[in-house]
């Protein structure tokens, strides 16, 4: 459903991921698309390789994983622009999956391990992700008034 919105009379998409952004092509989601996929094989790449042995501060690696998997529900959700809702589960399980994924060939290997704390922080990252989508967007409607 398309409706006007404030003074400027943009188009927008009630419902759509981004509510209150004008509506783009379909080539503007395929872009987006791309970037998030790129995005995920480049992590699983940095993720899977040796560490550098440099010690960080504590608690370093979940904050890591904290911001990786906020940034990626925000490119998700910017190349599937049609979630809304319910759909919002497919995002969370497909990323949480990939966090169990990565996880999971970590363990495999002799020089990373497996680490539920982790998959806690990936979850932090995906809600934290979420919460930064909905205030974006809240801005961004109280803006065109």
Avoid at 117 to 143: E, Q
Wanted: hydrophobic share 50%.
């Amino acid at each position: 459903m398309m409706v006007n919105v404030g003074h400027n009379s943009q188009q927008v998409k009630r419902g759509s991921v981004l509510e209150g952004e004008p509506v783009k092509s379909g080539l503007h989601a395929i872009v987006w698309q791309l970037i998030f996929y790129f995005t995920l094989s480049v992590v699983m790449v940095f993720a899977l390789l040796p560490t550098s042995g440099v010690p960080g501060f504590p608690g370093q690696d979940k904050l890591m994983h904290l911001m990786v998997f906020s940034v990626l529900f925000m490119l998700g959700a910017k190349g599937h622009p049609g979630l809304v809702s319910r759909k919002w589960l497919y995002l969370y399980l497909g990323l949480l999956f990939y966090g169990l994924l990565m996880e999971f060939l970590q363990g495999q290997t002799s020089y990373r391990s497996m680490e539920v704390w982790d998959l806690v922080a990936d979850g932090l990252g995906l809600i934290v992700g979420h919460c930064c989508l909905m205030l974006y967007s809240t801005i961004r409607v109280f803006k065109s008034f």
